[in-house]
């Protein structure tokens, strides 16, 4: 169990680095490739690749399969593309034998060669086909496998109807100068505050609170003898700050090396989210005493002995050594909070980071220049326990919450909103019951006294049950406006009617230019609602903004409304799927609907947040400036008149 924890740790520390890798194209710089395709029927087509001679490196000839492992083979982004047969090869080859496959024989070619694969497609055919060729290359021993993505013209194809940037639309010169100028978000500040909070929960967990008084002391003992311990303290809280800062450098290259949606894409994407789900119910049985997560030894180990060095090193070194010795307790409270920001960008991560760092590295310093305060901090003991177990309940309640987002951006419906409220409900109650004495859970102690703070939080804890309970009925007291946006919507229900899902209109989903007509032939503006099914600040606006009376019959009488998901993971067809080079000069492949829209929206509105709301006419021209998340319904409503009024300018 030591081993799988230590390797679910390694993977939380570097979960966006990986995801980020795994976004890029893979195609090795050893062979050089080209495609071509001709046409051999109806639907038919013949693709032929061809590798230039890479000097000492042998690549593996296709159609085989070597201890279970294919060598090559080509991938599509849409099932209506199909390979049929082998590869017809060609070139010269020779036969090797290699060590890693038992010795067995093992076709490959040293210089130029040629592949055919021969494909079929039901459908329209599409004027440019994209694909990834897999293949294998090596030498003595080493076997690498690569990708090398292609695309190739098809005769009689039909070309992209796909039409991403809009010249008309100028989001700079709107018909009216109403709206907002950026995103309205969580400011910096906001989710700086939000990390510092999360930094003084980890300061009372096991890993970190016994370490006050240890190293303050240590510090205090060395001014007694040089003079400049709390010179060093105070050095090894700002390296604290420090370091957790340093974690975000990473984000901020990837974000200028990378398309503006990695970050959404990161937040969105069904396998991570399902991924965060397993990771954080793994944390909360750590938190529950089944197991401890710590990095490998030999690492603590490592930076341990660095802290020995003398002056600012050492003392780095020492800061080095708390962050990695206590990541069991402080990793699922900053994964949390740096999760939760991550569709915000680089920033907001590091602002979430350098909030937690200093909750964490100031006590050092304070507790050195103040030594006698000391004497006032509560004793280790149980209570630390207690601490933990309710994270535990809390990160079970989050990972929820993730599996919840998967589900919501695939629409598979196993975890509709009544279903994910009643989760919530026994991890309230199993809380309370814990809080309580009721519930033992690991080397939790008999609860002999409420405590003033115990009674609070069992208050707190026993409220939100309550408050929850009437959630999974189908009554109007199942709303639960003060959690709007974390279950589910309103109308993503278990019920066939549920009584708060009600609203005077419907929105298109991802009919843009049915939109377009139907604004041209009723003659009224188009409410362009850039969305996400995993969007919270999304179901907020549409489950307390938009239900207002005012919004709705604006909504429902004077505008053409079309949502538009970006995180919408269903394929194009085939002839709208495409490749542009956006306006930072990148080029983007654009395969499913939410890769369309995110386009869509960067490319013509200028930002990747959501929700975004636009107004336009039917001629695609801005009437406003764009409006981001607006909890004031009456502010909402307001902007919707200014977009009415450009409206009517434009008409004359």
Not at 30 to 50: D, L, N, P, R
């Amino acid at each position: 169990m030591n081993r799988i924890a230590r390797f679910s740790t390694f993977i939380v520390v570097f979960l966006f680095c990986f995801a980020i890798a795994y976004s890029q194209d893979s195609a090795s710089l050893v062979y050089k490739w080209k495609a071509s395709a001709q046409k051999k029927g109806e639907g038919k087509y013949e693709i032929t690749f061809t590798a230039e001679d890479a000097g000492e490196w042998q690549l593996y000839a296709p159609n085989q399969v070597l201890n279970e492992v294919k060598v090559a083979g080509v991938e599509f982004p849409d099932s209506s593309i199909v390979h049929e047969g082998p590869f017809v090869e060609s070139g010269v080859s020779k036969t090797i034998k290699v060590e890693i496959f038992d010795n067995i024989p093992v076709k490959v070619y040293e210089e130029q060669s040629e592949w055919k694969a021969g494909i079929s497609i039901t459908g329209k055919v599409p004027a440019q086909l994209r694909g990834v060729l897999n293949y294998s290359y090596g030498k003595g021993e080493e076997f690498y496998p690569a990708q090398f993505p292609f695309t190739v013209t098809l005769e009689g194809g039909v070309e992209s109807k796909t039409e991403i940037r809009v010249s008309s639309i100028n989001i700079k010169k709107p018909v009216n100068d109403c709206g907002d100028d950026g995103t309205t978000g969580r400011s910096a500040f906001t989710i700086f505050l939000l990390g510092f909070l999360g930094g003084l929960i980890a300061l009372l967990t096991p890993c970190v609170f016994p370490m006050i008084p240890v190293t303050v002391t240590f510090f205090t003992k060395k001014s007694q003898s040089s003079g400049k311990g709390i010179t060093n303290a105070i050095l090894y809280g700002l390296f604290i700050f420090l370091i957790y800062i340093l974690i975000t450098v990473p984000f901020h290259v990837a974000d200028k090396a990378i398309s503006p949606e990695i970050f959404n894409n990161i937040s969105t994407n069904v396998w991570l989210n399902i991924f965060f789900f397993f990771v954080f119910v793994f944390f909360a049985l750590s938190f529950f005493g089944l197991f401890e997560i710590g990095l490998p030894s030999g690492l603590a180990n490592k930076m341990d002995s660095k802290s020995g060095l003398g002056n600012i090193g050492g003392i780095f070194f020492m800061a080095a050594t708390l962050a990695i010795v206590s990541f069991s307790c402080t990793g699922p409270i900053l994964g949390t909070l740096l999760v939760g920001v991550a569709d915000q960008g680089a920033w907001p991560l590091t602002a979430g980071a350098a909030g937690f760092g200093l909750a964490l590295g100031l006590p050092f310093a304070l507790f050195a220049m103040f030594p006698n305060w000391l004497k006032s901090l509560p004793k280790s003991g149980g209570w630390m326990t207690d601490v933990k177990v309710v994270l535990g309940f809390v990160e079970i309640a989050l990972a929820v919450k993730f599996l919840s987002n998967a589900d919501l951006v695939k629409q598979w419906g196993f975890l509709k909103r009544e279903i994910f409220i009643a989760i919530w409900v026994v991890v309230g109650l199993l809380t309370t019951l814990y809080l309580l004495g009721i519930l033992r859970i690991g080397h939790s102690s008999p609860v002999k006294k409420y405590s003033v703070t115990r009674i609070v939080f069992i208050a707190l804890f026993g409220a939100i049950t309550l408050y929850l309970a009437p959630g999974v009925t189908n009554t109007k007291y199942a709303n639960l406006k003060l959690i709007s946006g974390f279950p589910p919507p309103l109308c993503y229900s278990m019920f066939e009617n549920p009584v708060n899902c009600k609203r005077g209109f419907k929105p298109l989903e991802n009919e843009y230019t049915e939109a377009l007509e139907k604004a041209r032939k009723e003659n009224k503006p188009v409410l362009i609602d850039f969305t996400g099914w995993a969007c919270v600040n999304c179901r907020k606006m549409e489950e307390s903004v938009w239900t207002s009376p005012e919004v709705d019959s604006l909504m429902k009488h004077e505008f053409v409304v079309v949502s538009l998901y970006v995180d919408e993971r269903r394929n194009l067809p085939l002839t709208e799927q495409t490749v542009i080079t956006t306006s930072a000069g990148t080029q983007k492949e654009i395969v499913t609907v939410g890769d369309k829209w995110a386009t869509f929206q960067t490319e013509n509105f200028g930002a990747t947040s959501q929700p975004q709301y636009a107004i336009i006419n039917a001629d695609q021209i801005a009437l406003t400036k764009t409006k981001y998340y607006t909890p004031d319904a009456a502010e909402f409503a307001a902007w919707l008149q200014c977009g009415l009024e450009a409206f009517r300018k434009t008409n004359k």
